[in-house]
C-alpha cells in the first residue's frame, strides 16, 4: 500500500511540474516549443532504428464520425485533428460538417467543417493528378472575384482571362508565354494565343493575334486580325481593319487601313498605305475602301503589285507568261454575226479598248466580197475576209 501511495504522489508531483512548465519535452530535455517530441535516441544522439517514432491522431471511422452528430465540435475544438479510417459507412451530408470527408485520411476542424489536410480549403479543390468527383455546372476552373484568371508555366505568365464585364481590361483571351502581358495593358475584347501574341498591346481592342509574335508590336491599333506565326509582326503605327493570314503574312507592314495579306511573305507595296491586297505574291489589289457589298470598289492586279485598271494582267516578256488566253473563243457559241457588235484592240500601254467595225483602215483588197464573211487575222497581223469562221 505504501508503494502505490508514493507511487500516486510521484505522479501528482510530476503532473504539477508539467502545468506550470513553459514548454513540455519527449525524450528531450530541451524542448523548442510548447510540445516538443522526439524519437528514443542513443547515447550518440542517433534515432533507434527500434523506435516507431512518430504521432498517431486518434483513429476513427466516417460511421464513428457521424454517430457524434453535427454539434458535438464546435468553435471551441478548432485545430481537433483526426484520422479518418473507412468511408463506406457514415455520410457526407452537404449539411454537416462532414461534408468533406469523402476519403481517407487525416482532418482538421475548422470550427464548422473538417478539412482534409493537404486539400486546401476543402476536399472537393483541384488536384494536380486529376479530379473524379467532377459535376459539369456546378465545379469549375475560375475566380469568384472580379479578378483575372492566370496561367504560368517554369514561374513565367503563360495565360490570362480577363473578367466580362465591358470595362476596361474586359473580354481578353490570352494563351502562350509573353502574350498580352505588357505592364500598361488596359484593352479590352482581344485574342492572343501564341508566343509573345499581342505582347506590346496596351490599349488596342477587338484584335485577334494566333501565332507566334502575331501582332507582336502592335499597342494601340483596333480590330486586326493576324493568323500565321509572325503575321501582321511590324505593325506598330496606325492601323486598323487589317488581315494577315500565313506565315509572315503583312510583312512590312507598319500601318494603314483596310489591308488584306494572305499567303506567306505576302506584304503590300507601300509599308503605311490603305485598302491594299496581296493573295500569295501573285494577285495584287488596291482601293479595296468599300464596306458595302453593294458599292463595291478596288482594281486587281495579276503579278502587277500596282494595278491601274479594274483588271490589270502583269507577267513577263515570255511565251506562256505574260499573255491572256481565252480557251473557247473560237467556238461557235461565241462566233459574232452582229453588225454592231465591236472589235477589240489593245492601245500601245497594254490596255485593251473596242472599236467599231466600220473604222478598221482597209489597206488592201483582202476584205473585199459580197455576202456574209468573217474578217480574220492571218499569223502575219493581216485582216483578211473568210467565208468560214476563222481558225486559230
Not at 516507431?52 to 481537433?80: C, F, H, M, W
Not at 511565251?319 to 462566233?335: A, D, E, V
Not at 459574232?336 to 488592201?364: E, F, H, P, R, W
Amino acid at each position: 500500500m505504501k508503494k502505490i501511495i508514493l507511487l500516486s504522489t510521484s505522479i501528482t508531483l510530476n503532473l504539477l511540474s508539467i502545468s506550470y512548465a513553459q514548454t513540455i519535452g519527449i525524450n528531450t530535455n530541451d524542448p523548442k516549443s510548447t510540445l516538443d517530441i522526439n524519437g528514443k535516441k542513443d547515447t550518440s544522439g542517433n534515432l533507434l532504428a527500434t523506435d516507431i517514432t512518430g504521432i498517431q491522431a486518434p483513429r476513427l471511422t466516417r460511421a464513428e464520425l457521424t454517430s457524434k452528430g453535427n454539434t458535438l465540435y464546435g468553435t471551441d475544438q478548432k485545430g481537433v485533428l483526426i484520422y479518418i479510417t473507412d468511408i463506406t459507412g457514415g455520410d457526407a451530408d452537404a449539411a454537416s460538417p462532414r461534408v468533406n470527408v469523402t476519403a481517407t485520411g487525416y482532418y482538421y476542424f475548422d470550427g464548422a467543417a473538417w478539412i482534409k489536410v493537404g486539400s486546401g480549403t476543402a476536399a472537393n479543390d483541384w488536384h494536380t493528378t486529376g479530379n473524379n468527383d467532377i459535376v459539369d455546372g456546378t465545379n469549375f476552373l475560375g475566380t469568384t472575384n472580379h479578378v483575372s484568371l492566370a496561367f504560368r508555366v517554369n514561374n513565367q505568365p503563360a495565360g490570362r482571362i480577363t473578367p466580362s464585364d465591358g470595362s476596361s481590361l474586359s473580354d481578353n483571351i490570352f494563351f502562350g508565354a509573353g502574350a498580352g502581358t505588357s505592364p500598361d495593358f488596359a484593352g479590352t475584347a482581344n485574342v492572343g494565343i501564341g508566343y509573345n501574341a499581342l505582347n506590346a498591346n496596351t490599349i488596342g481592342a477587338n484584335n485577334v493575334a494566333i501565332g507566334k509574335e502575331a501582332l507582336a508590336a502592335n499597342t494601340s491599333n483596333n480590330d486586326n486580325i493576324a493568323i500565321g506565326s509572325y503575321a501582321l509582326r511590324d505593325l506598330s503605327g496606325s492601323g486598323l481593319d487589317n488581315i494577315g493570314i500565313g506565315f509572315r503574312a503583312g510583312k512590312g507592314i507598319t500601318g494603314g487601313v483596310m489591308n488584306i495579306m494572305i499567303g506567306n511573305h505576302s506584304g503590300g507595296s507601300n509599308p503605311d498605305g490603305n485598302y491594299q491586297l496581296n493573295i500569295g505574291n501573285a494577285i495584287y489589289g488596291t482601293g479595296f475602301s468599300s464596306n458595302n457589298p453593294a458599292l463595291p470598289a478596288g482594281k486587281i492586279g495579276l503579278l502587277i503589285p500596282d494595278p491601274t485598271e479594274l483588271l490589270d494582267l502583269g507577267g513577263f516578256n515570255a511565251i506562256g507568261q505574260g499573255g491572256l488566253r481565252i480557251r473557247n473563243i473560237n467556238s461557235t457559241g461565241y462566233i459574232s454575226s452582229v453588225m454592231s457588235d465591236k472589235i477589240v484592240v489593245a492601245d500601245s500601254s497594254g490596255v485593251l479598248k473596242t472599236m467599231s467595225a466600220a473604222n478598221i483602215v482597209k489597206s488592201s483588197s483582202s476584205l473585199s466580197g459580197t455576202g456574209n464573211a468573217y474578217a480574220c487575222i492571218n499569223p502575219a497581223g493581216q485582216i483578211f475576209r473568210s467565208p468560214t469562221p476563222c481558225t486559230p
